[in-house]
């Protein structure tokens, strides 16, 4: 019985390792997360904040023209849930 709980934990500790990567290097490479929930969107642009299991992750957006089509992804932002929304250093 307490193999099975030591297997069931493994698992959903390797599948939550699986998630955090591939998101944290999404957000490297400036784009939206795929394993996390969009929470809340600014009227900034369009920059989002996701939730993760235990992680947050922030996608800025600036608008460049009056066209919704202009907009283009400044920044991705990984941390923890507590981190704060602000706009990014030029």
């Known amino acids: 019985m307490i193999k099975k709980r030591r ?14 990567i591939i998101d ?22 369009g920059s989002t904040e ?13 608008l460049t023209g009056n066209n919704v089509a202009e907009a283009e992804i400044e920044k991705v932002d990984f941390g923890t849930w507590f981190m704060s929304l602000s706009q990014p250093k030029h």
């Open 24 to 45: 944290f290097f999404l957000a490297k490479l400036n784009k939206s997360p795929i394993f996390s929930i969009p929470i809340s969107m600014y009227k900034d642009g």
């Open 50 to 62: 996701y939730y993760g299991l235990g992680y947050k992750v922030i996608k800025y957006v600036n």
């Open 7 to 20: 297997i069931i934990i493994a698992k959903m500790l390797i599948i939550w390792v699986v998630f955090f």
